[in-house]
């Protein structure tokens, strides 16, 4: 008949505190396993995205390279419609029947000219903005281009360091989920919860030298003593970390010997004469 497994709120505090600990341990190496990897895996993030950003930079400038130079040939046909105009105008004008006519006609033939002026302005103007953007779509290119080869460089490194780690990572990623299934899930949210909230990832730690290993506060000998006794969930007053004593975490500390001080030893009274 199958053993029926144990529910982990019916365990003892002191089975409970052991599973933690061990939990501990092992988020501990997978912690150094990713200490391992560095920055790159966030260098590798930053590049991609600043990638993105200048893919989205080129075709932005693209589209405004794509639009002046429309805007160009827009006005060169403007030229094209007012020179055309120009010619008939001052054909016209040759065979005016009187002032009014010919006043009208030198109107159209100033407005044209101004309109050509006008165009050969915005052309100008359109083709020294082209320039500036096409510029700064081969220096974003140029940028682009050297960042990807920084990715490549940075993934390599990562896909090393990834390669020689996933193995044993994975197998203690497959630990941890076992043995949370050991611990009450409440304790466990709690445990996360503390993880989460220090610099180093220690949720659980034992007593050494009379202080927490956590952020080494002294612990009341009382509080000490319900750490030794396993009977509850003790916590730091002063980080919140739970507190185990060393013989549970399988630690043994060195005591320290004090050395005996040589009795001093006493004259003997000469006797007396």
Do not use: W
């Not at 407005?111 to 083709?127: D, M, P, S, V, Y």
């Not at 949720?203 to 030794?228: T, W």
Request: glycine share 4%; charged share 40%.
């Amino acid at each position: 008949m199958a053993k029926k497994k144990e529910n982990p709120s019916e365990m003892p505090v002191e089975e409970r505190l052991k599973n933690l600990y061990q939990l501990q341990t092992i988020l501990t190496e997978i912690d150094r396993i990713r200490t391992l990897r560095g920055e790159l895996p966030l260098e590798v993030e930053d590049l991609e995205d600043t990638i993105e950003g200048l893919k989205t930079r080129i075709n932005n400038t693209q589209l405004e390279i794509v639009d002046l130079r429309q805007k160009i040939a827009e006005y060169r046909g403007k030229i094209e419609l007012a020179n055309s105009q120009l010619a008939t105008y001052k054909e016209q004008i040759n065979n005016v029947r009187n002032n009014r006519e010919y006043d009208l006609l030198n109107k159209e033939i100033e407005f044209q000219t101004l309109e050509i002026e006008l165009c050969n302005k915005r052309i100008r103007e359109a083709q020294t903005l082209e320039h500036q953007k096409v510029e700064y779509q081969d220096k974003s290119k140029d940028d682009l281009d050297d960042r990807m080869q920084d990715l490549d460089v940075k993934k390599n490194e990562l896909d090393e360091i990834v390669a020689e780690t996933k193995a044993d990572e994975e197998k203690l990623r497959e630990k941890a989920k076992a043995l949370e299934t050991l611990i009450e899930p409440r304790l466990l949210q709690s445990f996360k919860r503390i993880r989460k909230n220090c610099r180093n990832g220690l949720g659980i730690v034992y007593v050494q030298r009379d202080a927490c290993g956590g952020c080494f506060a002294k612990i009341p000998p009382q509080r000490q003593l319900d750490v030794r006794m396993r009977k509850k969930v003790i916590v730091c007053e002063y980080c919140g970390r739970i507190l185990i004593d060393p013989e549970l975490a399988g630690v043994k500390l060195d005591v320290p010997v004090v050395e005996e001080k040589p009795k001093r030893r006493t004259r003997r009274k000469k006797d007396e004469e």
